[in-house]
């Protein structure tokens, strides 16, 4: 270590790029985070069986993860009758029930799922 003229104390190593460009662990970061894959989103869907509306819910379901979160998705489907502690874990207390539980926050969604428009803004998946 070397002194300067104030008798304060300078390191005689060269500065680093993180030292001397102000913010650049942050652009790096923020080039790092910019190159991850896109979350992967994990519902949760509870139905009553193979009703109508439970196999139209599942379907639809399917097909907004399939439009929007292709490959970035995990579906459990719950059948309420043949689960009933998880179900209960859960409060649900309507069916079918779609829960997003990754990312955060928690949504829940009730219903056939037909309102597509609604769902997908709802999760904000628009592209």
Known sequence: MNQDESGDKKSSFPATDAESEPNSGLKEFERLVSALAPPTYHFRLYVSGNTPRSVAAVTNVRHICEQYLANHYELEVI?????????????????????????????????????????????????
């Open 79 to 127: 059948d309420v009758y043949q689960q009933p502690k998880e179900t209960k874990a859960a409060d649900v207390v309507v069916v079918p029930t779609l829960i997003k539980e990754l990312p955060l926050p928690v949504q829940r969604f009730v219903g056939d799922m037909s309102k597509t428009e609604k769902i997908v803004v709802g999760l904000r998946l628009r592209r």
